[in-house]
C-alpha cells in the first residue's frame, strides 16, 4: 500500500470530493481524520467504512475559519494517530454567486476565509506536527480563467491558494512538498447548486473528453500528489478538467 503506516487530515470530507478522496487514501493504508461543516451523515459513513475493512478513521465537526476548531482537529490527529503525514485542504466553497457591484463586504470577508484563510490556519497548525510529508491544496480551475458569472470573489481566494501554493513549496522543502489541484466540471453538489444543468451539458459537448470528471478521478489525483510516486514534484497546480482549459 502507498500510505501504509501514514496519516492524513483531509478538511471538507464528508461529500463530494473530500469524501472521495478520503476513502481513496484509507485504501492505500493512510489513517484518515475527516473533518467536515455540515456533511455529518458522510462523513460517519466513511469511517464505518474505512474501520469495517480494517483501516482506522475518525469523523470530526469544525468550522475551519476559527482557531479552537482548527486546533482541536489537528490535535486529536496527532493524539489517536501520532502524527500528520498529509494535509488535503479540501474545505471551501462558492457561497453564492455575486457580482462585484451587488457584493457586500462581508460576502468577499465569508468567501476569502472559507477557502483561503482555512488552508492558512490549517496548514500553520499541522506544520508543528508534520516534519516530512505532503500538503495538497485544491484550487479550482476558476482560479485560472475567473469563474463563471458572480464567482469574482470565489475565483480570487482559489488564485490565492495557487499562489500560496508555490510560496509554501519554497518554503518547507526538501521535506515537505506542496502541490494544488485546479479542478474543472466534477460532477459534484457544488454544481448541483451553482452551476445550471444546460452549462454542465455544454462543458460535457464542448471539452475533449466530453464528459465531467468524477470524484474518484479528483481523488485519484490527489493520491498521486500525497504519496513518492509524486516525489518530485512541488509547486505545481495540476488541471484536471478533461481538456477543457490548458494552462
Known sequence: MKLAGQSAII???????????ALKLASEGASVAINYFSSGTGADEAVKKITAAGGKAFAMQGDLTKQDDVDALVARTVSEFGGVNILVNNAGGLVARKTIAEMPLDHWRTVMDLNLTSTFMMTKAALAHLKSGAIVNLAS????????????????????????TRGLAKELGPDIRVNALCPGMIDTDFH????????????EANAPLKRQGTTEDTANLVLFLACSDSAFITGTNIDINGGMLFS
Open 11 to 21: 478538511t471538507g470530507g464528508g461529500r463530494d470530493i473530500g469524501l472521495a478522496v
Open 141 to 164: 480551475q476558476a482560479a485560472r480563467d475567473g469563474g463563471g458569472p458572480g464567482a469574482v470573489a470565489y475565483a480570487a481566494s482559489k488564485g490565492a491558494v495557487m499562489t500560496m
Open 192 to 203: 448541483n447548486v451553482h452551476t445550471p444543468d444546460a452549462g454542465r451539458r455544454g462543458y
